[in-house]
């Protein structure tokens, strides 16, 4: 795997974390969804463990939200996180606002967001 290919896969994961932080809550569900997850990209247990760490410390989680998901770039990346962050919200079966407000956020980023216009 190329290091370009490793790293926007690690942002893919990156985003993922950021929306199971989102609520402040790390469920169960939600440790399963990313350890599979981080399986599929091939990313080891220790940087997930980084990341996590790096999003603890992080005070502007709304911010790194926004950095990381600009930092992918491929359209078909960006519909595999969409999926992906889908999936995560809906795991502990309760969509909180906090983590609706994180897909929004990545969903305008990337142009993926359409408001309603009555």
């Not at 795997?1 to 893919?12: A, F, G, L, T, V």
């Not at 889908?86 to 983590?99: C, G, L, N, R, Y």
Request: hydrophobic share 40%; with cysteine.
């Amino acid at each position: 795997m190329k290091i370009s290919e490793q790293k926007n896969n690690e942002n893919i994961l990156k985003l993922l974390l950021l929306m199971a932080f989102a609520d402040k809550v790390y469920m169960e569900e939600e440790k399963d969804l990313i350890i599979d997850i981080s399986k599929e990209l091939n990313i080891p247990n220790k940087k997930i463990d980084a990341i996590i760490n790096e999003i603890s410390q992080n005070r502007d989680h709304t911010k790194l939200c926004r950095e990381t998901s600009n930092l992918i770039t491929s359209n078909l990346d960006k519909e595999k996180t969409i999926e992906l962050l889908s999936k995560m919200i809906s795991t502990d079966k309760i969509v909180h606002q906090k983590e609706l407000f994180a897909y929004q956020i990545i969903a305008e980023e990337w142009g993926m967001y359409k408001k309603e216009i009555d």
